[in-house]
């Protein structure tokens, strides 16, 4: 059952994408017109950190969900390596990379249904992983347009040496203008973030929900499966991933909030 859920939340995760093509295009063209905005070499390194901090999740992330994924099938083959290393007077029992039918012999044909395994939910991974470092790689670009208006806003009226401006007039008309255009890029970034959230809120409450459900039913599954501590085991991980999961997404939404909740405090 939960291979089933897993397999919604990819099906969720993809959809999500597909449906807001031209709105994930519009996107990705307005992260290179962000970069080419920038005034400063401050600036810059600002933009660039974000983007480095994107580049490491999405290695991390990749890594971590193509091995787990790859650990947890391969576990099948715990029962077949016992019966060469400390064989038993008849074989152990056959553990499935996944509970499914396949209508032949699963002994027989056991290897061939580990290799379909692995192809297919490899392939189902490469959708999740897919949808979610681009995810962190659009709100941490957002991020990074908050800090940059917030460097913006705090050098306002210091010169080019970094020295503070006397204000003679506070009607100046060079003043109004870098007012008038952080208060538009600031604004443009609200739209970026709101366009984000009218994407990805209603796809992650769907998740969400099947998360947790499948979380509900593995942990019941573990204790129901008292005599089997490997197929347990796999329960276990299955948990733990989603918790992962769930922090990283979590973790990427209270980032964005709190980033532009930092605007106000460096006005």
């Known amino acids: 059952m939960t291979a089933y859920l897993l397999s919604i939340v990819?099906?969720?995760?993809?959809?999500?994408?597909?449906?807001?093509?031209?709105?994930?295009?519009?996107?990705?063209?307005?992260?290179f017109c962000d970069w080419k905005e920038l005034n400063t070499s401050?600036?810059?390194?600002?933009?660039?950190?974000?983007a480095t901090n994107?580049?490491?999740?999405?290695?991390?992330?990749?890594?971590?969900?193509?091995?787990?994924?790859l650990i947890f099938l391969l576990m099948s083959l715990i029962p077949y390596t016992l019966d060469i290393i400390l064989p038993l007077n008849?074989?152990?029992?056959?553990?499935?990379?996944?509970?499914?039918?396949?209508?032949?012999?699963?002994?027989?044909?056991?290897?061939?249904?580990?290799?379909?395994?692995?192809?297919?939910w490899e392939v189902v991974i490469a959708g999740v992983v897919?949808?979610?470092?681009?995810?962190?790689?659009?709100?941490?670009?957002?991020?990074?347009?908050f800090a940059v208006i917030g460097l913006r806003y705090e050098h306002l009226f210091h010169d080019d040496d970094g020295g503070k401006m006397e204000i003679v007039n506070i009607l100046d008309n060079i003043?109004?203008?870098?007012?008038?255009?952080?208060?538009?890029?600031?604004?443009?970034?609200?739209?970026?973030?709101?366009?984000?959230?009218?994407?990805?809120?209603?796809?992650?409450?769907v998740q969400i929900l099947i998360?947790?459900?499948?979380?509900?039913?593995?942990?019941?599954q573990i204790t129901q499966d008292n005599s089997d501590i490997l197929e347990s085991t796999r329960y276990?991980?299955?948990?733990?991933?989603?918790?992962?999961?769930?922090?990283?997404?979590?973790?990427?939404g209270q980032r964005l909030i709190d980033h532009s909740l930092q605007i106000c405090d460096k006005m």
């Open 211 to 220: 998360v947790t459900i499948g979380m509900s039913i593995s942990l019941l």
């Open 10 to 31: 990819a099906m969720v995760k993809i959809y999500t994408f597909l449906f807001n093509t031209r709105t994930i295009k519009d996107l990705t063209q307005h992260l």
């Open 90 to 120: 008849e074989s152990r029992p056959i553990l499935l990379p996944y509970r499914g039918y396949y209508f032949v012999d699963i002994r027989e044909y056991f290897f061939q249904i580990l290799w379909h395994a692995v192809v297919a």
């Open 175 to 205: 003043h109004c203008k870098k007012v008038a255009l952080l208060v538009h890029k600031h604004r443009e970034a609200l739209q970026y973030a709101q366009l984000l959230e009218s994407i990805f809120t209603g796809p992650f409450a």
């Open 130 to 145: 897919t949808h979610d470092c681009l995810f962190v790689t659009y709100v941490e670009h957002v991020c990074s347009i």
């Open 54 to 69: 994107s580049r490491r999740f999405t290695l991390i992330y990749s890594v971590y969900c193509f091995s787990a994924m």
């Open 42 to 50: 401050e600036e810059y390194k600002i933009m660039k950190s974000y």
């Open 236 to 252: 276990v991980f299955y948990v733990i991933g989603q918790l992962i999961h769930l922090f990283f997404l979590s973790f990427e």
